[in-house]
């Protein structure tokens, strides 16, 4: 119906595509966008690290893989569109071990599956052409791999928003989720709003607003916090591109890696710290509440029984910047302690099942008025276009 009121929970950049493309796809809808903060963007999208993925790490046929390709081409031509940065500055994902290669080339073949743009293999010579000053024995090189700037794409989506009618509302924490007959009740500590259908996509805040609307408990969200270093200024001229590692496959984490921004400067990071806040941006950043949620859940317990040396091993990095530079001087070989300083840091949303398993795909359940999006990481911010299409779809039964 044209006159239908949508409501959104969450204004951060997949929240705010999403409402988005429910305004440009139903013309006369009226979209309110309920954010607690009061600005768009303050959390998983404003800590982002501005890489726009080509889809090289995607299971073949999961949502992450067709949504990433998808979401690419989309975001590309809105930046394009707008004036936004967009910058094709390719990546390496490099090989410092024989044991990496088997690994590297089962990637290669995943990557050729989801249609991964001008894709090839390097060798220790070809990565001296691309990188310089950068290690490794082989590497896959994604040329078409970008750079943006996803706060300033919000910004935009949130203008979009707007500009078609609708509201975004900030400083609205939503409290509770009724269920009147013929709609959907959203809330806060001060009002109620009354809306046609729902869509929850809450971030770091995703599991407990869910539970809010009455779905399923699980997933669960765990926080993880990535810690950043930044290169020197007089030694940003060392990386060109992107330049990570071959990931461990038994992980949802790249690893540490080194990041160009369109600001120029250049990342080192990020490690992946359990943090005990689910917005603990410091080490120090504890929130009884979230640490009890933590704590009572057994998945977190099944979790750590599976994972605790790589735990380990990623506080160290956390406490010690010689031991976060460990690991990334062996892709960029001379760069070290001295090199960097410390940068900024973001939270992971982080779906957790019960059985312990960390959930690699995106996750969207549809109960009744209310869809709710559980788990969206990386690349949630590249997909986000393509995930706003794939929502407004399944909720309008116009897919």
Not at 59 to 65: D, E, M, Q, R, V
Not at 159 to 178: L, N
Not at 338 to 344: K, T
Not at 362 to 374: E, L, Q, S
Request: hydrophobic share 40%.
């Amino acid at each position: 119906m044209a006159d239908e009121t949508v409501g959104v929970v969450g204004a951060g950049i997949v929240g705010l595509a999403t409402a988005r493309e429910i305004a440009l796809r139903r013309p006369g809808t009226r979209v309110v966008v309920f954010e607690k903060e009061q600005r768009v963007a303050e959390h998983q999208t404003g800590h982002n690290s501005g890489v726009v993925h080509a889809g090289i790490y995607y299971t073949p046929g999961s949502l992450k893989a067709e949504l990433c390709v998808r979401g690419v081409s989309l975001l590309r031509e809105y930046c394009q569109d707008r004036g936004l940065p967009y910058r094709e500055v390719g990546k390496l994902v490099t090989a410092v071990r024989a044991d990496e290669l088997d690994r590297m080339d089962r990637l290669y073949e995943r990557a050729k599956h989801n249609h991964v743009p001008d894709l090839r293999r390097v060798s220790k010579d070809g990565i001296k052409e691309l990188e310089p000053h950068a290690g490794g024995i082989a590497a896959l090189h994604s040329p078409r791999t970008a750079i943006t700037d996803y706060p300033a794409i919000a910004r935009e989506f949130a203008k979009d928003v707007t500009g078609s009618g609708g509201e975004v509302r900030h400083a609205f924490s939503v409290t509770g989720i009724a269920h009147p007959t013929g709609g959907v009740e959203v809330v806060s500590v001060r009002e109620r709003v009354r809306v046609d259908r729902l869509i929850l996509c809450a971030g770091l805040q995703s599991d407990s607003v869910a539970r809010l609307a009455g779905d399923r408990r699980e997933p669960r969200i765990v926080p993880f916090r990535g810690e950043y270093m930044l290169l020197r200024p007089d030694r940003a001229h060392l990386v060109r591109g992107l330049v990570y590692p071959v990931p461990d496959p038994r992980y949802p984490f790249l690893g540490v890696h080194f990041t160009p921004r369109v600001d120029g400067t250049v990342e080192v990071g990020p490690n992946a710290v359990l943090a005990l806040a689910r917005e603990g941006y410091r080490l120090t950043d504890v929130s009884p509440r979230d640490l009890l949620g933590l704590a009572a859940h057994p998945g977190t317990w099944r979790m750590a029984a599976r994972h605790w040396r790589t735990g380990l091993k990623e506080y160290r990095g956390a406490l010690s910047t010689a031991a976060f530079m460990k690991d990334a001087g062996r892709y960029v070989p001379g760069v070290g302690p001295a090199d960097v300083v410390r940068g900024g840091a973001g939270v992971r949303a982080q779906a957790l099942d019960r059985d312990g398993t960390l959930v690699d795909d995106f996750r969207i359940h549809r109960a009744g008025r209310v869809t709710a999006v559980r788990n969206a990481p990386s690349p949630a911010a590249t997909a986000s276009m393509a995930i706003a299409e794939h929502i407004a779809g399944a909720v309008f039964g116009d897919a």
